[in-house]
């Protein structure tokens, strides 16, 4: 018998682990920079979905504050990232990530 103290998880809780394990796998495996950024926005939309998940059935705010900073957060990233890979597109004329190895200093 489980005891009350445990919650069962919800099938959102599943829904989470694969988007964040895919997220994760495309960002290990990948080698197209947008395709990394995407999986990167993959992984935070997964804690997301956790976040709300998890505020919403305990009835406290604190989660939904937390995804409203990690939108925004992620926005920016989205944003700054993008500019960089636009000017390391026009520096190199690719997006491949082995291309900008070369950059380090």
């Given at each position: 018998m489980i005891p009350a103290s445990v919650q069962i998880l919800h099938w959102s809780h599943y829904v989470a682990a694969c988007l964040f394990a895919l997220g994760m796998f495309g960002f290990l495996i990948r080698k197209n920079a947008i395709v990394v950024l995407m999986c990167i926005e993959l992984m935070?939309?997964?804690v997301n979905?956790?976040?709300?998940e998890v505020?919403?059935?305990s009835g406290h705010p604190e989660g939904l504050i937390f995804v409203i900073f990690i939108i925004t957060v992620a926005a920016a990233?989205?944003?700054?990232g993008l500019g960089i890979i636009l000017n390391l597109y026009r520096a190199k004329g690719t997006v491949n990530i082995d291309a900008f190895r070369e950059l380090q200093g």
């Open positions: 935070l939309n997964a979905l956790i976040l709300v505020s919403m059935r990233e989205a944003a700054v």
